[in-house]
């Protein structure tokens, strides 16, 4: 694969319906705090983009290993909730990691969340010492927890994944591979069974999966077999809620802009240069809006000065 300078996912941006509700919500069930800078997007490459309306309010939640960036815009009119179901297609979920003895599900669930997941507790993944669900936040944004009998880390909470849903898994892990320029870390085509029967609030439940591992979180790659994943529609709006972007840190943009220039991805604008950052914006096969993104070098919002998972 063509050498990328991708080190991992700077942040992962929601867009809210009320930014001090939902920033109350994520800090005091995940146990994240406000980082001083209210934005780690570059509103310069959002307007270069095409995306034209600022956001009313905007700040920035920061865990061990990456950002959350929250932003609320003014209310569209028939705009959709946030609830995308389960089964896709789009960005369906930002995965929470804790010690199974923090019990990181029934925090969200005191502070609002809405369980998807069947039952009243986590759902052990094949006795292998992790238990998860998914629930739903104050705006019907779904994320999934994890408890983890044996930890990868310290601290109370850890940002795990993103996750994506596609009707073609295939098109979108050779899209990625391109992107991240490396190969697919793994892979599963015949994830079914109960288990996943109950975590997803589906009968018969037949899953594809790909995870690409980087150095703070992993990429999640799903395609619903059973039930199907619809195909994909037009891309939402920048401002509606839900899952809005997911940006990849890049020690040098230029290069990894002009490498997948060169393998034929179309970005939205060419880089932007800003105070923070330069970032420029691009589309996978299915809509799902990413961005690249390169911190000043004496930025203290990069992920270099965050924890990466341990290896072993």
């Known amino acids: 694969m063509t050498h990328s300078t991708i ?4 942040h992962v941006g929601l867009c809210v319906s009320d930014l001090q509700a939902a920033a109350a919500f994520y800090e005091r069930a995940a146990g994240i705090s406000q980082a001083p800078i209210k934005g780690l997007g570059n509103p310069m490459a959002e307007t270069a983009s095409g995306f034209e309306i600022l956001p009313e309010g905007r700040l920035t939640l920061r865990g061990p290993n990456a950002y959350l960036q929250l932003s609320q815009y003014a209310p569209l009119d028939g705009a959709a ?7 896709g297609p789009g960005v369906t979920h930002v995965c929470f990691q804790s010690a199974t003895q923090k019990n990181l599900y029934a925090r969200f669930k005191a502070q609002g969340a809405v ?3 069947r039952g009243d507790a986590p759902i052990s993944l094949l006795g292998q010492g992790v238990y998860y669900a998914y629930a739903r936040d104050l705006d019907g944004i779904m994320f999934e927890t994890e408890h983890l009998d044996r930890p990868h880390f310290n601290d109370p909470v850890w940002l795990s994944h993103v996750a994506l849903v596609s009707p073609d ?3 979108l892990v050779a899209f990625y591979q391109t992107v991240l320029g490396v190969q697919v870390s793994r892979r599963a085509n015949k994830a079914a069974g109960p288990t996943f029967d109950q975590v997803a609030d589906y009968d018969d439940v037949h899953i594809r999966a790909a995870w690409f591992h980087m150095e703070n979180m992993d990429l999640e790659l ?3 077999v059973n039930p199907v994943t619809p195909e994909t529609g037009p891309p939402a709006p920048f401002e509606q809620i839900g899952y809005q972007k997911f940006a ?3 020690s040098d943009i230029q290069k990894d802009y002009g490498r997948l220039v060169d393998a034929g991805i179309t970005f939205l604008s060419k880089p932007v240069e800003s105070a923070q950052s330069t970032e420029v914006y691009a589309r996978d096969p299915d809509g799902n809006l990413f961005s690249l993104i390169q911190m000043r070098d004496d ?3 990069s992920i270099d000065r965050l924890k990466k998972k341990k290896v072993g």
């Open 81 to 87: 909730s946030g609830v995308l179901p389960v089964a």
């Open 299 to 301: 930025s203290a919002y």
């Open 222 to 224: 799903w395609q619903f």
């Open 248 to 250: 990849f840190e890049v």
């Open 115 to 117: 369980p998807v997941s």
């Open 169 to 171: 898994i295939d098109q």
């Open 7 to 10: 080190k991992g996912i700077n």
